[in-house]
């Protein structure tokens, strides 16, 4: 079966901390993702990339960064945490091609 | 820039019936996928069904069907015989294959199976 973990299922930062999550796949996949889940507003692309040390932007990169510099594993960096950006946030994997995304179990962050 | 709508944000049927959930999608490519995923409260997102949009044929998973219309650009999910397990959260996905391969999600949809 193919693994996607996130290193927390429940987050509680303070404000200004510099906050890591961290997501492995174990299927060797060339894509990872990192979406943020919010309300009505579904999954929102953060940041993806399609191969090690490659990234790019999605659509709501502003407060993110992020670090592949193993093919299983990509991190999401929040550089210093603000109160909008307690959210549930998900890691996806998928291989080239025709491969769906798999998922982690999500990290819920809560910043106070 | 590619997007997913889906317009209803909650529905709620009862045990057995049949639902259909909306959702289209814009783009100007011709080479993509659609998916829908499930994500019950356990928070795990679980692929129900793809669409290939070469396929003019709609996918099917046993209680799961889609309405696959290209040229309207619209992806909906028909659940017949529906279960209480069936109660999740449902988004519609995308993705082309040229350029950047984004996945791109819709604000999902609330179903309940009311017993």
């Not at chain 2, 045990?15 to 995923?37: G, I, P, R």
């Amino acid at each position: 079966d193919v693994k996607v973990t996130q290193s927390s299922r429940y987050l509680v930062k303070r404000t200004g901390e510099k906050v890591f999550l961290e997501c492995v796949q174990d299927m060797d996949h060339e894509n990872m993702f990192w979406y943020r889940q919010d309300p009505g507003l579904g999954l929102r692309l953060i940041y993806f990339s399609y191969d090690v040390k490659m990234k790019e932007k999605g659509d709501i990169p502003e407060g993110y960064s992020v670090s592949r510099e193993k093919k299983e594993r990509f991190s999401l960096i929040l550089e210093s945490a603000s109160t909008n950006q307690t959210s549930m946030y998900l890691c996806a994997s998928r291989t080239d091609g025709q491969g769906e995304a798999f998922f982690g179990q999500g990290t819920r962050l809560t910043v106070v | 820039a590619q997007t997913v709508t889906q317009s209803q944000p909650e529905m709620s049927v009862q045990e057995a019936e049949t639902v259909t959930l909306s959702c289209t999608y814009d783009t100007s490519e011709s080479n993509y996928y659609l998916f829908w995923y499930k994500q019950p409260p356990s928070r795990q997102m679980i692929l129900v069904i793809r669409q290939e949009a070469y396929k003019q044929q709609n996918a099917t998973e046993n209680r799961f069907s889609v309405n696959f219309q290209k040229a309207a650009k619209s992806f909906s999910l028909k659940i017949s015989d529906s279960q209480l397990g069936d109660t999740a959260m449902y988004f519609c996905a995308f993705i082309s294959f040229q350029g950047a391969q984004k996945l791109v999600f819709g604000q999902g949809t609330r179903l309940t199976i009311n017993p």
